[in-house]
């Protein structure tokens, strides 16, 4: 009895790019931060900087008592502007800590 015929496969070398390739946009598209957020916090974070902090930790955020506080992390920054040692309490929003995170980090 004759076979059916088969029908025509792709060979599996040209599938794997052909299906990656959506699934890289979708990931670049939902899990990647644009450039432009990415610079509006930072900008949002160098104001909050300037207005709050530059008098004693300096333009650079190196300077001062503190030393270099430019690798400090979410958790630092919200434990230091909450009132920490000789800090003042700031009593920022979580959105403000992390831009002022941001920025310190944009600065190394």
Same mark, same amino acid.
């Given at each position: 009895?004759?076979?059916?015929?088969?029908? *025509?496969?792709?060979?599996?070398?040209?599938?794997?790019?052909?299906? #990656?390739?959506?699934?890289?946009?979708?990931?670049?598209? =939902? %899990?990647?931060? #644009?450039?432009?957020? @990415?610079? /509006?916090?930072? =900008?949002?974070?160098?104001?909050?900087?300037?207005?709050?902090?530059?008098?004693?930790? !300096?333009? /650079?955020?190196? *300077?001062? /008592?503190?030393?270099?506080?430019? @690798?400090? @992390?979410?958790?630092?920054? =919200?434990?230091? =502007? !909450? !009132?920490?040692? #000789?800090?003042? @309490?700031?009593?920022?929003?979580?959105?403000?800590?992390? %831009?002022?995170?941001?920025?310190?980090? *944009?600065?190394?």
């Amino acid at each position: 009895m004759p076979r059916p015929p088969q029908p *025509s496969r792709l060979p599996s070398a040209f599938l794997l790019p052909a299906l #990656s390739l959506p699934v890289f946009l979708l990931f670049a598209a =939902t %899990a990647l931060p #644009s450039v432009a957020q @990415d610079q /509006d916090i930072i =900008t949002k974070g160098k104001g909050l900087f300037e207005e709050n902090c530059v008098e004693c930790h !300096g333009e /650079d955020a190196k *300077s001062g /008592d503190s030393g270099d506080i430019r @690798d400090a @992390d979410k958790q630092q920054v =919200t434990m230091a =502007t !909450g !009132g920490f040692e #000789s800090m003042p @309490d700031f009593e920022f929003e979580t959105d403000k800590i992390e %831009a002022i995170t941001v920025y310190l980090n *944009s600065l190394k």
